[in-house]
């Protein structure tokens, strides 16, 4: 319901005016926070920051613009079932924080579409949208010109008094689930551990090092420079078994905890051989050498530098380190970071999350799945 009407604007004189200046929109909702954004030409900035203000604070709500998007927000599903990276992530979350905080759906499930009122959607604006928990982020602008219309902006804002919400850490729980789709052929898997302080941790940037390292990719690459064809999952798992498909190794982290794993997918008939295929690499992740951890480094610089020259991905950063740090870290003091991490800095974070209880996913063909104390006993949980 993002740039719809407002109590200034419909929704047709706010598409309007985006389409008269050229401006370019969106609203992205996450599991920690939601993000507005707008791109446009810097002489536009007084017009798109009171827009962007405007529906954050006063939406509208109306009853056939509700109505209208019950057909997106069903389109909305349809795309996480259709990709399976997706639909796994959320499987993942879902499964590891059973039933509390991270856990909960993401997306509008049918069985929970009659919850989509304009009463429950103003009640979570109340609770949760206040200047308190805003941070308002500007890329290639002056910020004295930004405060100035960002002040204005808020001169009808009535403030409503401010309650201090109960902060609910999430209860990681693990566990196992297994989703049939006939019109997946293959098995996707996915296993992943708890990693503890997530972007508070000062360990945030070594387990990054170490997704780099992992790498992944597809059986059929066209090769070429940065590709990662010289990560250890690509060596040790795609030149080595045909049975597998791809596969990857990932870190999913939030503001006090987070996800690594492994995503593999494969022929259904080999999928106790893909599950030790990733048991054998969770065992092996300590055992780093120079050479790998070299060239995870480099790989993550450029990877980090390149990105940094988009000012979308300059600004979500700026947002979320704001927001969960309250600090904002240089390209050049993470590139330091990067370089100061060791072998031994490898070896402890793979012991500390491999201590926790495994989130095991698999989704598709399930008929050849082992049970989950099965998979337990492969990794080596006893």
């Known amino acids: 319901m993002a740039f719809h009407s407002t109590a200034h604007l419909s929704h047709l004189r706010t598409i309007k005016s985006l389409e008269k200046i050229g401006a370019t929109v969106s609203c992205n909702a996450f599991r920690e926070h939601m993000v507005y954004s707008c791109e446009c030409l810097k ?9 962007i203000i405007g529906n954050v604070l006063f939406p509208r709500f109306l009853s056939w613009e509700m109505k209208n998007n ?33 856990g909960n759906k993401l ?8 919850n989509y009122t304009s009463e429950n959607l103003r009640n979570f604006m109340l609770k949760h949208f206040s200047p308190k928990n805003m941070t308002l982020i500007g890329v290639n602008v002056e910020h004295d010109e930004l405060t100035k219309w960002t002040s ?31 019109n997946v052929k293959k098995t996707n898997i996915a296993i992943a551990y708890e990693t503890q302080g997530g972007w508070k941790s000062s360990d945030m940037i070594t387990l990054t090092v170490l997704q780099t390292l992992m790498g992944g990719g597809g059986s059929f690459s066209t ?18 078994y045909n049975f597998i498909e791809s596969c990857m190794a990932f870190s999913t982290q939030h503001s006090d905890t987070g996800l690594f794993g492994l ?9 106790s051989d893909i599950i030790k295929a990733m048991a054998l690499e969770f065992q092996k992740m300590n055992r780093v050498t120079d050479e790998e951890l070299n060239r995870a480094k480099k790989s993550l610089k450029s990877f980090m530098w390149m990105s940094l020259e ?9 947002a979320r380190q704001m927001m969960i740090l309250n600090r904002i870290l240089t390209g050049k003091q993470l590139s ?11 070896q402890r974070v793979v012991h500390n999350f491999l201590k926790t209880k495994p989130t095991v996913v698999v989704y598709g063909n399930i008929n050849y799945s082992p049970h989950y104390d099965e998979i337990c006993n492969i990794l080596g949980h006893k």
């Open 310 to 318: 988009y000012k979308s991905i300059l600004m979500e950063d700026l």
């Open 152 to 182: 204005r902006a808020f001169q009808d804002y009535v403030p409503i008094p401010y309650t201090n919400q109960k902060e609910v850490t999430p209860k990681y729980t693990g566990g196992f689930i297994s989703v049939e789709d006939k």
């Open 107 to 114: 997306y509008v499930y049918e069985s929970s579409i009659e």
């Open 223 to 240: 090769g070429g420079p940065g590709k990662g064809m010289y990560s250890r999952l690509f060596l040790n798992v795609l030149n080595s």
């Open 263 to 271: 995503y593999f997918t494969g022929e259904p008939s080999n999928t």
């Open 43 to 51: 002489e536009y900035l007084p017009i798109v920051t009171n827009l």
């Open 70 to 102: 019950v057909n997106r927000l069903n389109l909305m599903r349809e795309k996480l079932f259709e990709n399976n990276e997706l639909y796994i992530t959320e499987l993942l979350h879902n499964t590891a924080w059973y039933n509390n905080t991270l």
């Open 336 to 346: 330091d970071a990067i370089d100061s991490i060791t072998k031994e800095d490898i």
